[in-house]
């Protein structure tokens, strides 16, 4: 069965060509034009991927993101008009995966639903054994993070960038290489990175793990168990 698209778009317009462009590349679709819709949408739906618009009425896209990575990690695309950096960063920081400023192209927003979701796919049809470091079990095949045992929340695009490092442990990455890594399709900015990361110290730390995750200063990020 072809992938459920979550389309969240106060715009009728702009959602009608959101709508026609996703059917139009085989994809199923739901809609919903505010942010309660959306939660009851995504809830009812089990969608595989969400286009959602940060400015909603009712509740804003980014209250709708906050809940949807309380509950889980379905891929999250923004849809904004808000082209400030800080924007960006703070949409990325509570864990959405992409993120695409309006004025868009239609072919470029699927450009990026294609993306991620064959990133999600990738993550799950890779058989290799999990990754250790120290108390830190990296789960591949699973899409699973573990310390002692404990289960990890992760978005998707935390999860590539953990698993990336964890592959090397104690090789220091740049922030480049990591960005290739995780969103090797999209044009976020580098400090995309150290959102997402920053939030991933922040989940270790409330596993106990808080010394695993390095900030190697001049260069970018190094995961390392004590010795």
Not at 44 to 53: E, R
Not at 150 to 158: G, I, V, Y
Not at 177 to 195: F, G, K, M
């Amino acid at each position: 069965m072809s992938a459920l698209i979550l389309i969240v778009e106060d715009e009728p317009q702009l959602a009608e060509v959101l709508e026609a462009y996703a059917r139009q590349e085989g994809y199923r679709t739901e809609r919903a034009d505010d942010g309660n819709a959306a939660l009851t949408a995504y809830r009812a739906a089990n969608p595989d991927l969400i286009l959602l618009d940060i400015m909603l009425p009712g509740r804003s896209g980014l209250d709708v993101l906050k809940t949807v990575r309380a509950d889980g990690s379905t891929p999250v695309i923004l849809v904004t008009a808000r082209a400030e950096e800080t924007d960006q960063i703070v949409g990325l920081e509570l864990g959405a995966d992409d993120y695409v400023v309006k004025p868009f192209r239609p072919r470029e927003v699927m450009a990026r639903v294609k993306a991620v979701l064959r990133r999600v796919s990738a993550a799950l049809d890779d058989t290799e054994r999990p990754l250790r470091v120290g108390p830190l079990e990296v789960d591949r095949r699973a899409v699973m993070a573990r310390v002692n045992g404990q289960s990890l929340s992760l978005t998707p695009a935390e999860f590539r960038l953990l698993a990336h490092l964890a592959q090397v442990p104690g090789r220091a990455f740049t922030r480049e290489e990591l960005l290739a890594a995780a969103l090797p399709e999209s044009d976020a900015l580098e400090r995309v990175v150290d959102a997402h990361l920053a939030s991933v110290r922040r989940k270790l730390d409330a596993a106990h793990a808080g010394g695993l995750l390095h900030t190697v200063r001049g260069v970018g990020y190094r995961l390392e168990a004590a010795p």
